[in-house]
């Protein structure tokens, strides 16, 4: 049963405008989560993360909602760049944990001069 | 930075044969992990270690086996490939913080 879910396989964005990508997680015990980026034949890179106590990070272009109560997070992408076009991975952890990352199977975000 | 590195970027091996996969990371990381990636299948935890010596099943460890001699190094070990394990590998590492810096990664492919 997956924990942490990226309903939506993909996403197609004009250049410029917002990016919104989502992550819903059933585990309560989650208390910190991560968005990763990936590049095709490339290692993920760490992104921006969040801490269960906050609603909101911030750094440059890319901001995390995390919404407790609806067990939702978000990532904001603006402006959206073509550079940005990769896979975006969801990732959660909980304290008591070995520091394992429950990810999610991903959004390919494409976007489109 | 944090520098993670693996062996080989491509693999191709016959199926039967013993494969290794080698990871070093030069952060003096405690942590170290082990994944797959499939297409629609996201990232997949085969095994991690805390600590030297130290090992713990992931969520698809069959197949598999590690080594973690030193703490800088983790190897992977697929005691004998099936195709089914055609696959990108990925290492990461990480501290006592959650962030897990990743390698290249490894494309196998096993015919």
């Known amino acids: 049963d997956q924990q942490v879910k990226q309903n939506s396989p993909s996403l197609s964005v004009q250049e410029g405008r917002i990016s919104i990508l989502n992550c819903d997680y059933t585990n309560s015990m989650f208390d910190y989560f991560l968005w990763y980026k990936k590049y095709p034949a490339e290692g993920p890179t760490f992104l921006i993360s969040i801490s269960s106590i906050k609603d909101k990070n911030e750094d440059g272009r890319f901001t995390v909602f995390l919404n407790k109560s609806a067990k939702h997070l978000s990532l904001h992408i603006v402006p959206s760049q073509p550079g940005d076009s990769a896979v975006y991975f969801c990732a959660a952890v909980y304290g008591g944990s070995q520091g394992n990352l429950i990810f999610g199977k991903g959004t390919k975000l494409s976007v489109k001069p | 930075d944090v520098k993670v590195t693996q062996s080989s970027r491509y693999l191709v091996k016959r199926t039967g044969e013993k494969v290794f996969l080698e990871c070093v990371q030069d952060?003096?990381?405690?942590?170290m992990f082990w994944y797959r990636q499939d297409p629609g299948l996201g990232l997949r935890l085969i095994y991690f270690s805390y600590d030297v010596k130290m090992k713990e099943k992931g969520d698809i460890p069959e197949g598999y086996s590690v080594s973690r001699e030193k703490k800088e190094r983790f190897s992977l070990i697929l005691e004998s490939a099936s195709t089914n394990q055609t696959s990108m590998y990925l290492c990461?590492?990480?501290?006592?913080?959650?962030?897990?810096?990743f390698g290249p990664g490894t494309r196998l492919t096993v015919t």
């Open positions: 952060m003096d990381h405690e942590n």
């Open positions: 990461a590492s990480s501290s006592w913080l959650y962030e897990q810096y």
